[in-house]
């Protein structure tokens, strides 16, 4: 008995290539697909693979808008963790959200795709970049000997990047939108990404907060507080946070400041509100909550006119939902990252920067140069410019925001 699949025409009773087609169950035309008016076939089908960490994820996403105008009817697949499946859900350039896992890794290599793209250097993802059929292949792919590859010429570069700390921290200028951009052999346009908005989990987030006291008619300024535990130093400890907000209360009396982050940044947002507290400084700062699933972090950022942030993925969610952003970069590489004009970087010039550690070994004195009154200043500039409806000027996000700080003593 043949195993072949058997052959499909809109004449058949079956249409696997029609984008509603659900093989298991109805889809939305309830019918057979024989002589159906609603037969929409993909005319090409794509499959991306990018797990990383989450903000590396959501910069990705500004490879959408190039696909898309390269492939208008393609059918595109995301593989990636379930944190950032959560987050992607619901993205109207994805079509198709898979989690890397063995099953879907099974499926996926009966499958034929005309374009496979890897973007992980890891061993699990890059294997499976190998195993999927597609006609042509770009990004990371894995050597016979289980090491990570480039799979195409325009990738190397992409590729050495990695392997060169020097290449990485100081000779590189590129962002990362136009590395992954070159490394396909495409032209960069300044394609921005965009983060689907969960309307419910924003609405419960406006009825909780405005209980509280939050005004969604007043300007507000978000404050990722922490930046999880991979890098050292990606952001200033409490008491530095609590003065900046003081400060910023001061200079502005109706702006509303909103904390954020996640389970690990539980104590840090407990500590600034007692400092606020105790400084009788408190009233209208509002505490987001650390217990949040992805759509509803991506919901709170939105409740924000400007995010301040280390380079953690709420930069990322902030660029994405388009507020304004000022960012304190220590420890990683500010080169890499495109504001969009949304914003300022401040950057700590110390000569042990970048360095990328999980901890610090020098004192942990690179964020501890940038100076509060900097980013108290960053931070009104961003606001006024965002309350203005304008966009940050691209001569203030390429050069002046770059403030560069010299270590102290
Ligand atoms: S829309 Fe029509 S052609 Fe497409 S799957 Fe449904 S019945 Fe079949
Ligand atoms: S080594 Fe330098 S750049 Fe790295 S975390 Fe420490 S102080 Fe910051």
Redesign the pocket.
């Known amino acids: 008995m043949s195993t072949q699949p058997l052959p499909f025409s809109q004449a058949s009773s079956l249409?696997p290539d029609?984008r509603?087609?659900r093989g298991d169950k109805p889809?939305f035309?309830n019918?057979?697909?024989g002589g159906?008016d609603?037969?929409?076939p993909y005319d090409a089908r794509i499959c991306i693979i990018k797990l990383g960490a989450l903000g590396d994820v959501v910069r990705t996403l500004c490879i959408l808008p190039e696909l898309r105008s390269q492939y208008r009817n393609a059918q595109i697949t995301w593989i990636t963790k379930p944190n950032a499946a959560r987050m992607l859900a619901g993205h109207p350039d994805i079509d198709r959200l898979l989690v890397f896992d063995a099953i879907n890794a099974m499926t996926l290599m009966r499958e034929e795709f005309d374009l496979m793209i890897c973007l992980d250097k890891e061993a699990e993802p890059a294997g499976l970049a190998m195993g999927i059929q597609a006609k042509k292949k770009l990004g990371v792919g894995l050597s016979r000997h289980g090491t990570p590859i480039p799979l195409n010429d325009e990738a190397v570069s992409y590729f050495e990047l990695g392997l060169s700390d020097d290449l990485k921290f100081n000779l590189n200028t590129k962002t990362y939108q136009e590395l992954v951009y070159s490394a396909f052999g495409w032209q960069y346009n300044k394609q921005r990404y965009t983060l689907p908005l969960d309307a419910d989990e924003r609405a419960k987030h406006v009825s909780r907060l405005s209980e509280q006291g939050w005004d969604e008619a007043r300007p507000t300024l978000g404050i990722n507080v922490g930046a999880g535990k991979v890098f050292a130093n990606k952001m200033w400890p409490a008491g530095k946070q609590a003065a900046l907000i003081q400060e910023l209360k001061a200079l502005e009396p109706g702006l509303q400041v909103l904390l954020l982050g996640g389970p690990d940044e539980r104590p840090i947002i407990d500590e600034i509100i007692r400092k606020l507290d105790l400084a009788g400084a408190s009233e209208g700062v509002f505490d987001g909550e650390t217990h949040h699933k992805e759509p509803a972090f991506v919901a709170l950022v939105d409740l924000c006119t400007v995010l301040l942030s280390g380079d953690t993925m709420a930069m990322h969610v902030a660029i994405a939902l388009e507020k304004g952003v000022v960012v304190l970069f220590g420890p990683t590489c500010q080169q890499e990252i495109a504001l969009y004009g949304q914003g300022e970087k401040l950057v700590a010039d110390v000569a042990c920067g970048p360095c990328y550690k999980r901890t610090c070994d020098q004192g942990d004195v690179c964020l501890d140069a940038v100076e509060m009154d900097d980013a108290v200043k960053a931070v009104r500039r961003v606001l006024q410019q965002k309350l203005a409806g304008q966009g940050v000027s691209k001569a203030r996000e390429l050069s002046l925001p770059v403030l560069r700080y010299r270590q102290a003593g």
């Open positions: 249409a029609c509603h087609y889809c035309a019918r057979l697909c159906c609603h037969y929409a």
